[in-house]
T-cell receptor, first 113, second 113 residues
Framework: DAKTTQPNSMESNEEEPVHLPCNHSTISGTDYIHWYRQLPSQGPEYVIH???SNVNNRMASLAIAEDRKSSTLILHRATLRDAAVYYCILIMYSGGGADGLTFGKGTHLIIQP | DTGVSQDPRHKITKRGQNVTFRCDPI?????LYWYRQTLGQGPEFLTY????????KSRLLSDRFSAERPKGSFSTLEIQRTEQGDSAMYLC???????????FGSGTQLSVL
């Protein structure tokens, strides 16, 4: 899987939007962009994924740059429960399912009340 | 709760002892993954199964580690002759056929004294 680069940590205030960036300049045409997050003392959980178009779900929005070399995970109104490590991962879809995800260190998101 | 279940949640052992962890995936998920996570790092892929077949093993999985999934349902991860460097969180995940979305358990925290 291609490499991603994320800031080590970010801080935001409760009830404000949060924009978590991810750079993936070596992304290939068949790589999907996935985001997972890991709350304290829990396993990672899926947040959102996309290929080219922006995506929205109940948890977050994913904005993908036109050249696909970067993306941004958007939490529209952060709460204290959103404090977690957020991982940006590239996955090449083979149709057979994931061979395994390659996690980096992610971004540690701190939410101030 | 029909999520991925891992047992035990915590394990403390002495160096040189053998330990075994169990993972029960979500029903109908044919792929099962094992990861290891140390403090401050993202999860590292160890191995994965498709049904009962072990399809890939990371070089991190030394010969002291063995994983099985004999009936294609639950899986066990055994570590023989534990070392202090084995202290980590061991995470299990599962996925549906053809899906790149992984569902993780809460992990087993191993401490080797």
């Amino acid at each position: 899987d291609a490499k991603t680069t994320q800031p080590n940590s970010m801080e935001s205030n409760e009830e404000e939007p949060v924009h978590l960036p991810c750079n993936h300049s070596t992304i290939s045409g068949t790589d999907y962009i996935h985001w997972y997050r890991q709350l304290p003392s829990q396993g990672p959980e899926y947040v959102i994924h996309g290929l080219t178009s922006n995506v929205n779900n109940r948890m977050a929005s994913l904005a993908i740059a036109e050249d696909r070399k970067s993306s941004t995970l958007i939490l529209h109104r952060a709460t204290l429960r959103d404090a977690a490590v957020y991982y940006c991962i590239l996955i090449m879809y083979s149709g057979g399912g994931a061979d395994g995800l390659t996690f980096g260190k992610g971004t540690h998101l701190i939410i101030q009340p | 709760d029909t999520g991925v279940s891992q047992d035990p949640r915590h394990k403390i052992t002495k160096r040189g002892q053998n330990v075994t962890f169990r993972c029960d995936p979500i029903s109908e998920h044919n792929r099962l993954y094992w990861y290891r996570q140390t403090l401050g790092q993202g999860p590292e892929f160890l191995t994965y199964f498709q049904n009962e077949a072990q399809l890939e093993k990371s070089r991190l999985l030394s010969d002291r580690f063995s994983a099985e999934r004999p009936k294609g349902s639950f899986s066990t991860l055994e570590i023989q002759r534990t070392e202090q460097g084995d202290s980590a969180m061991y995470l299990c995940a599962s996925s549906l056929p053809g899906s790149e979305k992984l569902f993780f358990g809460s992990g087993t925290q191993l401490s080797v004294l």
